[in-house]
């Protein structure tokens, strides 16, 4: 089997007033299954633009070149629909400020069971709400929360405030901690 992910001479780019700033040229990169690759360089060298590239959430300026194969599809000819299978199931982006990433009005609960929800749509799974509690409630013993049927219950400030960074950190990794390495 080939390998996970294939990024092949990748091109991106950002139109802007000044003209087009290029960001990344010519990147090859090759990520096999369970394999844990981690991308180094100085703040504005392009790091976040390749995640975005990969999750194709790259803001609507962006130009875009190259292949990305992840098993063999190449995620820059897919459809925007085709894609939304793609993202959630199998490809994630953990986004680098956690604390903007959950909404303070809303439980964690409601929060971690729309996650559980999008994923079991997206992977043509029927919904079901008792499902979606379970996973959350896995999700958080996962990570060794203590009384996570209590944590459902908070909202994200409660949480923030009771704990360090971290565990708003851990709270969002749960949409990410699922991808299959198998
Ligand atoms: N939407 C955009 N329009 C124009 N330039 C952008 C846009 N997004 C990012 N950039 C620029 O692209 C470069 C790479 O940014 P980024 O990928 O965020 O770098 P890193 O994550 O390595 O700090 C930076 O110079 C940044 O200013
Ligand atoms: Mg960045």
Do not use: M, Q, S
């Given at each position: 089997m080939g390998m996970l992910l294939s990024i092949r001479d990748l091109y991106v780019g950002y139109r802007t007033v000044m003209g087009t700033l290029?960001?990344?040229?010519d990147v090859n990169l090759d990520i096999d299954r369970g394999e844990i690759v981690g991308v180094v360089g100085e703040s504005g060298s392009g790091k976040s633009t390749l995640g975005q590239a990969i999750a194709r959430?790259?803001?609507?300026?962006a130009v875009v070149s190259g292949k990305i194969m992840v098993d063999g599809v190449n995620?820059?000819?897919?459809s925007e629909k085709e894609m939304e299978k793609y993202r959630g199931t199998t490809v994630f982006m953990v986004l680098q400020n956690p604390f903007t990433s959950l909404n303070p009005v809303k439980t964690v609960g409601y929060q971690l069971m729309e996650a559980a929800r999008i994923r079991m749509e997206r992977s043509g799974e029927k919904y079901s709400e008792d499902r979606a509690y379970e996973m959350a409630i896995q999700a958080l013993k996962d990570l060794r929360f203590p009384d996570p049927e209590i944590i459902m219950l908070r909202s994200a400030p409660t949480l923030r405030w009771s704990d360090s960074e971290g565990c708003a950190c851990n709270v969002v990794n749960i949409e990410a901690k699922d991808i299959d390495c198998g």
């Open positions: 290029h960001v990344l040229d959430v790259l803001p609507g300026n995620l820059l000819e897919l």
